[in-house]
């Protein structure tokens, strides 16, 4: 079989900018597929003055030629599904045409996000920062074998199913936090966002629901491309990442063949996508996070506001021993930079080359309970330029080019592209 299933992922906390260069890099495909997660990711993409949060969607539906899929690793809401359609349809596509959803998808029940809720709160001091929009929960019982896929809602036992699971979920609330009741989701009681629910269900089976991993093996039978969209990040991965500070899928490498239902021997390129500079949604470690007025500067001028909560992200500087890690991971191939031009009023940037803990150095991080690390940092000049406007690597300014090649030399891996803004067409490639 060809190696024709390439992947884009991130190799920081998400939030790399993944929706931009899965968009912007569409074209070179026959297929975009999203392997894992859910409507915790937001990915952003901007062009002819529109701007874009697709939670859901693959980051290729407004490329009416290509073929989207939500795969099977994938969790979906069916409520927060049909509001992205719908912002998706007002601005002239129909993704009905050119979207097709895996019938082994997991469902978000609204009793999910009730759990996730009351699970965070009975935590107090000790959250973990989750997005509330049931990941967890549903990955739980997925992995129970309790889930309910989109290939259900077919049937006629579903309702009566269902029904009795609500009970059950519920009962689980009641016991993690004596006043459940009181929980609201997106402003709602429970009962007003499940009859919004059980609406969108039935719009819902309007798609295409298929058996995914059969489409997508077919087509790289007939010698077409596929790219493979990740959501998070690869410090999230429930497995490598700073556990228990994670989300509950796996967001490397590793997924997209669980995911999509395709060998490993279909892999070809993986683009690693990282910021020039660190963030960060919710608890966990951060090793180079700055609490200074330069963390509050990367903020305003990155818009640093989580896309899907809102939340004011973390910010730090690039941290090198975790993308070493990540690129280890993963296998990556080509690195993606996005972001560059957010530091360009900077006149001087850090860059985290190692750690010291315990009078050790480590190149690599290892992110246990009880670990405490210390970057040590290389200081570089700034090249406070705007890079907005530039489209040719000959013509970025010396100091900047300075800062690139150091990463790449200090990764052992090249730069393919670099993002210098939001929009479409605002991204150079290097290599």
Not at 19 to 34: H, S
Not at 125 to 147: D, H
Not at 257 to 272: A, N, Q, R
Not at 379 to 384: D, L, P, R, T, V
Request: aromatic letters at 10%; proline letters at 4%; one cysteine or more.
């Amino acid at each position: 079989m060809n190696m024709n299933v390439d992947v884009i992922l991130g190799l920081q906390w998400g939030d790399e900018g993944k929706g931009k260069i899965v968009d912007a890099i569409a074209d070179n495909y026959n297929a975009i597929a999203r392997f894992q997660g859910g409507p915790n990711a937001g990915h952003t993409i901007e062009f002819d003055g529109n701007k874009f949060i697709l939670h859901t969607i693959p980051s290729g539906i407004f490329h009416r030629n290509i073929t989207n899929v939500i795969g099977n690793g994938v969790v979906l809401d069916p409520f927060i599904f049909m509001k992205e359609i719908e912002k998706v349809q007002s601005a002239g596509y129909d993704p009905h045409n050119n979207l097709i959803i895996s019938d082994k998808a997991n469902l978000i029940l609204p009793g999910h996000r009730l759990l996730d809720a009351v699970c965070e709160a009975a935590l107090g001091n000790r959250k973990i920062g989750s997005t509330l929009k049931g990941i967890g929960p549903a990955y739980t019982e997925k992995y129970q074998r309790k889930g309910f896929r989109t290939g259900d809602i077919f049937y006629d036992e579903f309702e009566a199913r269902y029904k009795l699971h609500r009970e059950e979920q519920l009962k689980r609330a009641k016991e993690i936090h004596s006043s459940f009741a009181d929980v609201q989701i997106d402003g709602l009681p429970f009962e007003e966002y499940e009859e919004k629910w059980m609406h969108a269900l039935d719009q819902l089976r309007e798609f295409k629901i298929e058996s995914t991993e059969i489409l997508l093996n077919r087509m790289l039978q007939e010698g077409k491309k596929i790219l493979a969209e990740g959501a998070q990040g690869s410090l999230l991965d429930v497995d490598f990442g700073s556990y228990p500070f994670v989300t509950s899928s796996n967001t490397t490498t590793g997924g997209v063949c669980t995911g999509l239902g395709v060998p490993p021997s279909s892999i070809g390129k993986v683009f690693g996508i990282f910021k020039a500079y660190c963030t960060r949604v919710g608890n966990g470690p951060f090793p180079t996070e700055l609490h200074d007025h330069m963390g509050e500067e990367l903020r305003k001028n990155g818009h640093e506001f989580g896309s899907t909560t809102g939340r004011p992200r973390r910010c730090g500087w690039l941290d090198l021993p975790a993308l070493r890690y990540t690129i280890m991971i993963n296998g990556v191939t080509d690195l993606v930079m996005t972001k560059a031009d957010v530091l360009d009023s900077l006149e001087t940037i850090e860059v985290a080359n190692t750690y010291k803990s315990q009078n050790h150095e480590f190149m690599l991080p290892e992110f246990r309970l009880g670990m405490s690390f210390q970057p040590t940092y290389l200081s570089m000049k700034g090249w406070q330029t705007d890079i907005t406007q530039i489209t040719e690597k000959s013509d970025l300014p010396e100091a900047f080019l300075h800062y690139f090649n150091f990463i790449q030399k200090e990764l052992n891996s090249k730069i393919s592209y670099v993002s210098v803004g939001p929009g479409r067409k605002q991204i150079i490639k290097t290599n």
